[in-house]
């Protein structure tokens, strides 16, 4: 195996395994094109209990955002996300990744990932992040709530396999929260997780 490849495999393990590389390309309506209003898709999944918490002191990520976690989803910390070497990992649009959620252990196959980006309005971190990602479309933005605080959400698809994430601006930064998947059954299965960290995220 290539130096380099061992180098990235050690850095950012759970990115790599999941086989994600994150690209800058694609586009997305610009922000006075965006459907406010318009929900995303319902699920059938029974809603997701908190069975730990993300983002405070003492946990697996220190994030300027914290939230419930559902049982079995296991949080890990990235590895050095700012060292450019990784940059086609680490990186999406504004957008640095922090932490990585494995829902495997609760018996999927996804993840949610926190990326945090610049202070500026949640929106247009959201937007920029959605359009690095090479293969983005039928992308609809509305303006939500994430817990007590302002958020945006956007539901897209990539190469035909659902995506949605939110946004939260903080004094520290903007906050993405992104769930991906294997396939389409495996995103609506983890969906009550994700509607559960958007429920119970809090600023600091």
Same mark, same amino acid.
């Given at each position: 195996?290539?130096?380099? =490849?061992?180098?990235? @495999? ?13 690209? !800058? ?12 209003? $318009? =929900? ?6 029974? !809603?997701?209990? =908190?069975?730990?918490?993300?983002? +405070? ?6 994030? #300027?955002?914290?939230?419930?976690? $559902?049982?079995? *989803? ?9 060292? #450019? ?9 504004? /957008?640095?990744? @922090?932490?990585?959620?494995? /829902?495997?252990? =609760? ?7 926190? *990326? ?6 949640? *929106?247009? /971190? ?12 039928? &992308? ?13 959400? &956007?539901? %897209?698809? &990539?190469?035909?396999?659902?995506? @949605? ?27 009550? !997780? %994700?509607?559960? !960290? ?5 600023? +600091?």
């Amino acid at each position: 195996m290539p130096e380099r =490849a061992r180098a990235i @495999r050690t850095a950012v393990p759970a990115l790599v395994a999941a086989g994600l590389l994150l690209t !800058a390309c694609g586009t997305t309506p610009k922000p006075d094109d965006r459907a406010a209003g $318009a =929900a995303p898709r319902k699920t059938t999944a029974p !809603a997701a209990e =908190a069975a730990a918490t993300l983002g +405070g002191s003492g946990t697996a990520c220190a994030l #300027p955002v914290s939230f419930a976690l $559902a049982e079995g *989803w296991e949080p890990k910390a990235v590895k050095d996300p700012e060292n #450019p070497e990784f940059a086609a990992l680490t990186r999406q649009g504004p /957008a640095v990744v @922090r932490c990585e959620v494995d /829902a495997k252990p =609760a018996g999927n196959i996804g993840y949610l990932r926190v *990326w945090t980006a610049p202070k500026g309005p949640a *929106w247009a /971190a959201l937007e920029g992040f959605v359009r690095a990602e090479k293969g983005s479309s039928a &992308v609809t933005f509305r303006e939500t709530r994430a817990g007590a605080l302002p958020a945006t959400e &956007v539901t %897209y698809t &990539v190469h035909d396999k659902e995506e @949605r994430a939110f946004a939260v601006a903080t004094p520290e930064g903007t906050v993405i929260v992104h769930l991906g998947g294997l396939d389409a059954d495996e995103h609506r299965a983890m969906l009550p !997780a %994700y509607e559960l !960290a958007k429920s119970t995220t809090k600023a +600091g």
